[in-house]
């Protein structure tokens, strides 16, 4: 069965603080991995987007890391900013173009 | 403005009704997707459509119809057959293999 499991469920940091969030996935066959952002009440925004031949993207202060062999990935926020209080979804890529989502992690910066 | 609307942002259904929410998208993407988001939990695929007058159940179809007769729009229908359909509901839509934009989503309550 196709799974992605997010940790923690949810954070609580100091503005300016770093933070990282946990990913493990079990989907088959595996085609990419997916951070999105969503804020409250509002869509998901994508944030990067790796296919199994990468190790790292960047977008920003997000940073996101794939170990395709232990199926692990991380999103590794720095600086944290008041406006980087979301919920942060891993998506798991399959065959064509289909999607398992996280439950998300709920971050919230506190000034 | 190019992206992907829905409407209405709230909608409130009694009990036996049908209704149907609205998906436009003005991206020229061939696929589109409704998913369904409860609390604490991932996004859940409802139905996909890969190409216009074609479609296919997702993983929690039951309860629920789509129509996509023109390329831009892919209306969703809660039907009376839906048990529990208060959620908030997510368009997407995408090109072939790439990544899938999401709508401001649609909060349905059932009174």
């Known amino acids: 069965k196709n799974q992605v499991e997010q940790s923690p469920q949810s954070l609580i940091i100091l503005e300016g603080k770093n933070c990282t969030l946990q990913c493990n996935y079990t989907v088959s066959p595996f085609s990419n991995l997916r951070w999105y952002k969503q804020d409250t009440g509002r869509g998901p925004v994508s944030l990067t987007i790796?296919?199994?031949?990468?190790n790292t993207k960047s977008n920003g202060r997000y940073t996101a890391t794939l170990d395709a062999d232990t199926k692990q990935s991380s999103l590794h926020i720095t600086a944290s900013q008041l406006s980087d209080s979301a919920s942060y979804i891993c998506?798991?890529?399959?065959?064509?173009?289909?999607?398992?989502f996280g439950g998300g992690t709920r971050l919230m910066v506190k000034p | 403005d190019g992206g992907i609307t829905q409407s209405p942002k709230y909608l409130f259904r009694k009990e036996g009704q049908n209704v149907t929410l609205s998906c436009e998208q003005n991206l020229n993407h061939d696929a589109m997707y409704w998913y369904r988001q409860d609390p604490g939990q991932g996004l859940r695929l409802i139905y996909y459509?890969?190409?216009?007058?074609?479609?296919q159940k997702g993983d929690i179809a039951e309860g629920y119809s789509v129509s996509r007769e023109k390329k831009e729009s892919f209306p969703l229908t809660v039907t009376s057959a839906q048990k529990n359909p208060t959620a908030f509901y997510l368009c997407a839509s995408s090109t072939a293999a790439a990544q899938q934009f999401f709508g401001p989503g649609t909060r349905l309550t059932v009174l």
């Open positions: 790796m296919t199994f031949s990468e």
């Open positions: 459509s890969q190409i216009v007058n074609d479609f």
């Open positions: 998506v798991a890529g399959h065959a064509g173009n289909m999607l398992t």
